[in-house]
């Protein structure tokens, strides 16, 4: 009976000719399913290096500064109040400090009368410097817009603040 239930358990011996063919067939899908991932790949459904949808290397800033600018800032208690501020501007554009330079008179002109409209009460807080930074950078759109030119200034950094 022992014999009995091990030949029930155990698969009939298959033909040599049918193994052969079912390994081929076997064979011959994983080479079609493999060609098919590496056409994929390389033409373009991949995400690799060379893809052409990768996004861009960030541009390189360019930093352009301004001479330090002292100004008188609106009376407050009675006291009078002086600004001394370095300004340098942001840009991503490799042309940024021949247009920022060929426009300093004017920039320099009316960053110094935005400056002298402020009390020593708005610029003492970080929120009043990041405020004022937002104010330059739209004051050199105006500038530039006006003569028909797109503002090469993406931000403007203070490399000195000092009030007194």
Not at 17 to 23: A, C, I, P, Q, V
Not at 37 to 53: E, Y
Not at 62 to 83: H, I, K, W
Not at 100 to 122: F, G, H, N, Q, V
């Amino acid at each position: 009976m022992a014999e009995a239930a091990a030949a029930t358990t155990a698969p009939a011996p298959a033909k040599g000719g049918s193994t052969k063919l079912l390994l081929i067939i076997l064979i011959v899908l994983v080479l079609v399913g493999m060609g098919g991932g590496a056409a994929w790949f390389f033409l373009g459904g991949g995400n690799h290096a060379g893809s052409a949808s990768a996004p861009p290397k960030p541009k390189e800033p360019v930093f352009v500064a301004m001479e330090t600018l002292t100004v008188n800032l609106q009376p407050e208690e009675g006291s009078d109040r002086y600004l001394q501020i370095g300004v340098t501007f942001k840009s991503f554009d490799k042309h940024a400090e021949e247009e920022i330079k060929a426009y300093t008179p004017e920039l320099r002109s009316k960053i110094l009368m935005l400056l002298a409209s402020k009390s020593p009460a708005e610029l003492y807080s970080a929120d009043g410097k990041s405020k004022l930074s937002k104010e330059i950078v739209e004051l050199c759109e105006h500038i530039f817009k006006a003569v028909g030119k797109e503002s090469p200034v993406a931000d403007v950094l203070f490399t000195n603040f000092v009030i007194q």
